[in-house]
Nanobody, 115 residues
Framework: QVQLVESGGGLVQPGGSLRLSCAAS????????MGWYRQGPGKQRELVAT???????NYVDSVKGRFTISRDNGKNTVYLQMDSLSPEDTAVYYC?????????WGQGTQVTVSS
């Protein structure tokens, strides 16, 4: 069984930065895709960024140049560095791990961008 635990959310002013972490534990295959998704107030959950086990990254257009996804394989942890945050980035951010035959979600962490 896989468990994902997110951390790093909070309240930040516009223009500020946050770094989210997602620690994975359990049986994790060598081939996977990990990603960050978010769900803002009254909005559907959307993909923010993904990273494959091979290191390939993908971003939604609205965060390109501001957010960076990275991973530490030794710690089974994925990070999301978020810079130049705006109120439109306010959402609950979820970590997801996709492996062959399974998908796993974290519990989410709240990010609020407000002055």
């Amino acid at each position: 069984q896989v468990q994902l635990v997110e951390s790093g959310g909070g309240l930040v002013q516009p223009g500020g930065s946050l770094r989210l972490s997602c620690a994975a534990s359990g049986s994790i295959s060598r081939v996977y895709v990990m990603g960050w998704y978010r769900q803002g107030p009254g909005k559907q959950r959307e993909l923010v960024a993904t990273i494959t086990s091979g290191g390939r990254t993908n971003y939604v257009d609205s965060v390109k140049g501001r957010f960076t996804i990275s991973r530490d394989n030794g710690k089974n942890t994925v990070y999301l560095q978020m810079d130049s945050l705006s109120p439109e980035d306010t959402a609950v951010y979820y970590c997801k791990l996709d492996m062959i035959g399974s998908s796993n979600w974290g519990q989410g962490t709240q990010v609020t961008v407000s002055s």
